[in-house]
């Protein structure tokens, strides 16, 4: 199969096209360990998740820099796009998932020590497999979740700002 030309025409972003990407994740895979590991190794999850969602905003008002040029309001522009990315990759890729993963990992090993008389190591392991597991499916809801709530509310403000220009 041959790469189309629209391959070529679009440049790569490297945190949203890559392997780079799945370092946003790392804190969800931190919130499945949860009952595995110290609670150190969950912080240290969160500490990369947050250095992702830290470099892929300073990378988005580079970008937007790069694209205003020296028109004026560009230091605006700059705040636009690293504050959008920020507060959008702040909730998608770490707090909406987190939490969500550390309640499913809590409920899961609530219930299997209600349900089960399986001994705590193995009730361990299948709490983080089915954190794990859930991380797939959590993805595009909380996505689309955390889009809705930004067009409703902080991307309110920059569209008022733009229509003010």
Known sequence: MEPSADTHSKP????RDTWVRFLGY???VGEAFRALVPVGAVWASYGVATTYVTADAIDKGRKAAAAHGERPGKAVCVCVAVVDTFVWQALASVAVPGFTINRVCAASHF????TTRWPLPVRKWTTT?????????IITPIDRSVDLLLDSSLRKLYSEGEKED
């Open 26 to 28: 790392a804190n969800e």
């Open 129 to 137: 497999a089915i954190g794990l597991s859930t991380i797939p499916f």
């Open 12 to 15: 790569v972003d490297i945190y």
């Open 111 to 114: 219930l299997l020590s209600r």
